[in-house]
T-cell receptor, first 109, second 110 residues
Framework: AQRVTQPEKLLSVFKGAPVELKCNYSYSGSPELFWYVQYSRQRLQLLLRHISRESIKGFTADLNKGETSFHLKKPFAQEEDSAMYYCALTPGGSYIPTFGRGTSLIVHP | KAGVTQTPRYLIKTRGQQVTLSCSPI?????VSWYQQTPGQGLQFLFE???????NKGNFPGRFSGRQFSNSRSEMNVSTLELGDSALYLC?????????FGAGTRLSVL
């Protein structure tokens, strides 16, 4: 069975501070990992996926198979980054995602 | 380019009834996936359709079904509604590495 754990329900930082949203997973095979974001009163959006290796809105995430983690990082948080962030995993080669419970990021001015 | 459109936006049903939700994907997108979002269970994947075929399926009972038409529009149906089916139902359309979500249909089961 696959499992995604986002240990922090809430993460509060000040503008300009580094941000790391944690995502740990449990899966025996080769996974594909995603980060989704939902800004207040907006639609859910795909932020990034590890296979594309892109940096979106200054966010990056590296798949660490040894530590089974896919933490989302940004060096300097902005107020507009305040949102709910969801990590998700799917078995490689298929799309049957399991989502974490989400982390609410609040960036204070 | 129009975004993903879900109709209706809000729906109130009673236990035992059935409901059909609609999702119109972005033009050219062949994949449509459906999700249930609740405060208790969070985001859960229902199923994915690609070119009119169900390609992937989550762990939901058979009361939840879907289909996709030749124009890629998709519907999901929930039969014999239960109180626990009250949720925000999201659909997303995908093509390649790109995925876009609709605003959702909020279903309340009384």
């Amino acid at each position: 069975a696959q499992r995604v754990t986002q240990p922090e329900k809430l993460l509060s930082v000040f503008k300009g501070a580094p941000v790391e949203l944690k995502c740990n997973y449990s899966y025996s095979g080769s996974p594909e990992l995603f980060w989704y974001v939902q800004y207040s009163r907006q639609r859910l959006q795909l932020l990034l996926r590890h296979i594309s290796r892109e940096s979106i809105k200054g966010f990056t995430a590296d798949l660490n198979k040894g530590e089974t983690s896919f933490h989302l990082k940004k060096p300097f948080a902005q107020e507009e980054d305040s949102a709910m962030y969801y990590c998700a995993l799917t078995p490689g080669g298929s799309y049957i995602p399991t989502f974490g419970r989400g982390t609410s990021l609040i960036v204070h001015p | 380019k129009a975004g993903v459109t879900q109709t209706p936006r809000y729906l109130i049903k009673t236990r035992g009834q059935q409901v059909t939700l609609s999702c119109s994907p972005i033009s050219g997108h062949r994949s449509v996936s459906w999700y249930q979002q609740t405060p208790g269970q969070g985001l859960q994947f229902l199923f994915e359709y690609f070119s009119e075929t169900q390609r992937n399926k989550g762990n939901f009972p058979g009361r939840f079904s879907g289909r996709q038409f030749s124009n890629s529009r998709s519907e999901m149906n929930v039969s014999t509604l239960e109180l626990g089916d009250s949720a925000l139902y999201l659909c997303a359309s995908s093509e390649g590495l790109h995925q876009y979500f609709g605003a959702g249909t909020r279903l309340s089961v009384l």
